[in-house]
């Protein structure tokens, strides 16, 4: 695209540390090229307010030190316009009226599926992925990521000494809706002696494993174990037990309300005899400051994106791919979830 830009920026869905450091970028690299950023608050929320379109001017002075703060100082919602009566045309009336002639939506596959839908209808629209569940397709690294990995490495550390000290069982869960990547990197960090992620069917048989495997580890004397399950876990036998929950916009079950970790250390305790606690890590994992790697991979992300647009490549998604930065077609991205790749022996299952 030639000329001045007025870029718009939003974060959408879910916060994670990754997303200061990514809106820094933009506006560094896009300032730097002569362009002006504008920040939409509270994701397509912002951009859709008919009239009055949330926003605020984003120059150097804005975002000066936000590198180092977890959330997003933009503010998100979960705003699906994709199925709200004229979504798509209130943002395209705003992005009118404020005069952008492009915008970067930083976002999990909910956000970039509304991105997707705007770009369809000829917006100049790019993309980062973030997640802390890190399973946007088409990238291998989403932002939050490393951050919730490495709270749950030290949330296993911490809970270790306490189920050592009282030789007990501790169940904890983590979010991870679709994929198990931080149940599977956390826990695999923190040493938990099995790991259960949505991509493996938690099975009858795997259940009765799980009990023989923790009687039989207090047997030989080894007192205490921790169990590392995801959120999207389904225990076996429960059914379908996410129907009664509330859904957000998207349609995605509130998985708080299910509560699989309490169920799982309830059915242990009956099971295998033995003391179970549960801890549900919740959103410790989504809050804090972003890790030296999250805010490496937002200031390249934020980078990569305002370039994009500044050479006409609109419609894309900046990504990772063996450490390179790329770029996808967003119309590729959405409806679907990068999930863990089961091959990697010996992960999966695990049961240490
Ligand atoms: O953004 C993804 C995620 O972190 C999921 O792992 C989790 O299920 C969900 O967000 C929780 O969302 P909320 O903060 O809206 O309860």
């Known amino acids: 695209m030639s000329g001045r830009l007025k870029i718009g920026v939003l974060t959408g869905g879910g916060d994670c540390p990754g997303l200061n450091p990514a809106i820094r970028a933009v506006v560094h690299r896009a300032t730097a090229g002569g362009h002006e950023v504008v920040g939409i608050l509270d994701g397509w929320k912002g951009l859709a307010t008919v009239g009055a379109p949330l926003t605020r ?24 316009l994709l199925k709200r009566e004229g979504g798509l045309d209130a943002a395209e009336a705003n992005m009118r009226a404020l005069g952008l002639n492009a915008l970067i939506a930083i976002g999990g596959d909910d956000t970039l599926s509304v991105a997707a839908g705007l770009a369809k209808r000829g917006a100049a629209v790019n993309a980062i992925p973030k997640t802390m569940d890190n399973d946007v397709w088409g990238t291998e690294g989403c932002l939050g990521f490393d951050t919730a990995a490495n709270i749950v490495t030290e949330a296993l550390d911490r809970i270790a000494t306490t ?28 040493g938990a002696h099995a ?71 309830t059915i242990l305790e009956e ?74 022996p010996p992960l999966f299952p695990h049961f240490d």
């Open 195 to 265: 790991i259960l992620i949505p991509e493996v069917e938690f099975t009858a048989a795997a259940l009765d494993e799980l009990v023989a495997k923790l009687k039989a580890r207090r047997a030989i004397g080894d007192g205490s174990s921790i169990i590392v399950v995801s959120e999207g876990v389904k225990l076996p036998a429960a059914g379908s037990t996410t129907t009664s929950v509330p859904l957000d916009e998207f349609g995605h079950p509130r998985l708080d309300k299910v509560a699989v970790g309490d169920a799982l250390a």
């Open 163 to 190: 189920t050592a000290s009282h030789h007990r069982v501790a169940v904890v869960e983590v979010m991870g809706r679709d994929a198990g990547w931080v149940a599977a990197w956390g826990g695999l960090a923190g």
């Open 57 to 80: 001017p984003l120059d150097r002075a804005a975002v000066h030190g936000i590198q180092a703060q977890g959330g997003t100082m933009l503010g998100s919602s979960r705003t699906n």
């Open 271 to 344: 099971r295998s005899g033995l003391e179970v606690r549960c801890t549900r890590l919740g959103h410790l994992q989504r809050g804090g400051a972003p890790t030296a790697a999250d805010r490496v991979l937002g200031t390249r992300y934020g980078v990569a994106a305002v370039e994009a647009l500044e050479a006409g490549r609109l419609g894309v998604m900046v990504a990772l791919k063996g450490g390179a930065i790329v770029e996808v077609p967003l119309a590729e991205v959405g409806g679907k979830n990068r999930s863990i790749d089961l091959s990697y």
